[in-house]
């Protein structure tokens, strides 16, 4: 078990969060839909785990290499 | 009387050379989660296919007439096999002396020398496992006087040529700064593995003294910064090991010259698999993002993709990969990124397609581009530069392309997928559109005034909107025959591999080194 920064691969805002602290999630899950030039960006963990934290808030403003969210993993 | 004395003294000799730097060197190498250069080649190797040569080279000490001590030359190399053909290979020695060099007569390698000339007179790939850090001023010393950079029996000219000719991998596996750094770019290819190797013009020392900060190498030149960030090094290994498979993955999907066609390696694959997710993959709404990854993987043959340069220029994915068993270089949209074209992303791909085409592999762009990356930051990287370097490599190619339009195709970066000097061959998924630039932005340009004219410009925009819309299906461009297909996606895998195989024999007229005239802009 190590915890696992997910930090946003683009520049935009957090459009959707749909994953809150204490949830289980797989590799594949949407934690929060961020948007960018018009696209709708799911962020997965890319490993199965339990959410640890959501760094974030809707609508707020995120840079790439930002930490969006920490998984237990 | 024979000559047996001799051939034990070069078989003791040759024991001796296996000591590499001797057994604390080795241990030291091997606490820092690092091989010897005799171990890697070992493991990277077929087994027992290694015949290295000038394994007597290096620093003799006499006592008596007799050898007292021998100091082998820091570099190991020779000819070995890797998947049952020939590959000339060799790297640093970084348990001797950080595998600086001796001043032999002629060089073994590492910067030309004897492996290089190998590569280039028997017309095989070469390998370099780099390990060292390069030019010291101790040889002032030793050597009684300073030199030229560039000096020597060897420059970069054999390395230079080699790029032509035969594939060239370089995996850096160590601290690797300066002439050795600069050898490991002369290469189709680049790995180097996450936390042990470093790449970088020079190291923290030097950087401390020029600019008085302290960086730890890893901060310096690490993966993070030189695959990652910068893109110096493509590919990015999780430990040696996983080195040495990549290396043989990249090398199963190259000729053993560019006078010889790809291996094909068949699998068992139907050619005529279709898979039901082709037909629900890309979403409905143009703003959601997909993985195209899984695209490309229900589409190739199983298991065949290999990507390079994953970690870096995002917006699109390069894969080396196999239909039908043939290789093919896929050049796919990143939708998880918008497909947007940025700097990064276009060097990303110009390099990728002169590589494919200089192997004589086909291309296949796989097509969601929405244009190249606007803005003020893009602007100062010559965003619309880099853009068309890609269109003027794409345009030089000599393989055959095939454009698979899957979701948005515009502007430049829409048409740097398509080739229009070649067969010029665009079929397309129901979810295609296309266009010179998007509708939403380009009502608001060109029909400026009728819409600022109009008792209610919004909905006259709208209007407008609504009525180029409705002729942007991709039915009415295939009616004109304006696209050369409209495809089920689930059709894809067996149209193209009907094709792949086609094109087989136009492949097969135009072997040997690419020749290419004019200036990249």
């Not at chain 2, 998947?83 to 000339?88: Q, S």
């Not at chain 2, 470093?198 to 310096?220: C, D, N, S, Y």
């Not at chain 2, 993966?223 to 999780?238: F, K, P, S």
């Not at chain 2, 005529?272 to 082709?278: I, N, T, V, Y």
């Amino acid at each position: 078990m190590s915890m696992k920064e997910i930090r946003s691969e683009i520049t935009g805002f957090v459009w959707k969060i749909v994953k809150s602290a204490g949830d289980a999630v797989g590799e594949d899950d949407a934690l929060m839909i961020l948007e960018s030039m018009k696209m709708e960006i799911p962020v997965t963990p890319e490993a199965s785990g339990k959410i640890a934290e959501i760094r974030v808030r809707e609508s707020e403003a995120v840079t790439q290499g930002q930490v969006l969210a920490v998984i237990e993993a | 009387m024979s000559w047996l004395p001799e051939a034990e003294e070069i078989a003791r000799r040759r024991t001796l050379a296996e000591a590499c730097g001797g057994p604390e060197a080795i241990e030291k190498q091997h606490q820092a989660d690092k091989l010897t250069i005799r171990e890697r080649i070992d493991r990277l190797m077929d087994a027992k296919s290694f015949r290295e040569v000038g394994k007597l080279a290096g620093k003799a000490i006499y006592e008596n007439g007799a050898l007292k001590a021998f100091e082998p030359a820091p570099y190991v190399m020779g000819l070995g096999k890797i998947d049952g053909r020939p590959v000339a290979i060799g790297g640093e020695d970084y348990t001797i002396r950080a595998g600086t060099g001796f001043g032999s007569e002629r060089r073994k390698g590492g910067q030309g020398g004897f492996v290089e000339d190998l590569a280039y007179e028997y017309r095989i790939p070469l390998v370099n496992l780099i390990d060292g850090t390069g030019g010291t001023v101790n040889t002032v010393k030793r050597k009684g006087y300073t030199v030229v950079p560039g000096y020597g029996q060897d420059g970069f000219e054999r390395s230079a040529q080699l790029m032509g000719i035969v594939p060239v991998v370089s995996a850096v596996m160590g601290t690797v700064a300066g002439g050795p750094a600069g050898r490991a770019l002369l290469a189709h290819w680049t790995i180097m593995v996450r936390g042990t190797s470093q790449i970088f013009a020079a190291g923290p020392p030097v950087v401390e003294r020029a600019f008085g900060t302290k960086l730890h190498k890893e901060e310096l030149g690490g993966a993070a910064v030189a695959a990652d960030t910068a893109g110096t090094i493509e590919n990015v290994a999780a430990d040696e090991e996983d080195c040495f498979r990549q290396i043989r993955r990249f090398l199963s999907f190259m000729p053993t010259n560019v006078y010889e066609m790809a291996p094909v390696v068949r699998v068992d694959d139907p050619v005529d698999r279709m898979e039901e997710g082709l037909l629900s993959i890309v979403p409905r709404s143009d703003r959601q993002a997909y993985n195209m990854r899984k695209l490309i993987s229900m589409v190739v043959d199983r298991d065949s993709a290999f990507e390079i340069q994953a970690s870096f220029g995002k917006a699109a994915i390069t894969t080396l990969a196999r239909l039908d068993g043939y290789p093919v270089g896929i050049v796919a949209s990143n939708p998880m990124t918008g497909g947007i074209v940025d700097v990064k992303a276009a060097r990303k791909q110009s390099h990728f397609i002169e590589l494919c085409d200089s192997f004589n592999i086909p291309l296949l762009f796989l097509v969601d581009v929405p244009g190249l990356l606007i803005g003020p930051e893009s602007e100062a990287q010559a965003i619309m530069r880099a853009g068309i370097v890609q269109r003027y490599v794409l345009g030089q190619v000599e393989v055959p392309v095939f454009t698979l339009l899957v979701r948005k195709c515009y502007g430049v970066a829409g048409g740097s997928t398509i080739d229009r000097k070649g067969l010029n061959f665009k079929i397309a998924w129901p979810s295609a559109h296309w266009g010179s630039l998007p509708i939403e932005g380009g009502v608001k340009a060109a029909y400026r005034n009728e819409i600022a004219n109009a008792p209610d410009p919004a909905k006259r925009e709208a209007e407008i909107e609504a009525e180029l819309r409705s002729l942007a299906s991709p039915f009415r461009t295939a009616e004109a025959f304006a696209v050369e297909d409209l495809i089920d996606p689930r059709e894809t895998r067996p149209y193209l591999c009907q094709f792949m195989e086609a094109m087989q024999p136009r492949l097969r007229t135009q072997l040997g080194p690419r020749m290419k005239a004019g200036v990249r802009p």
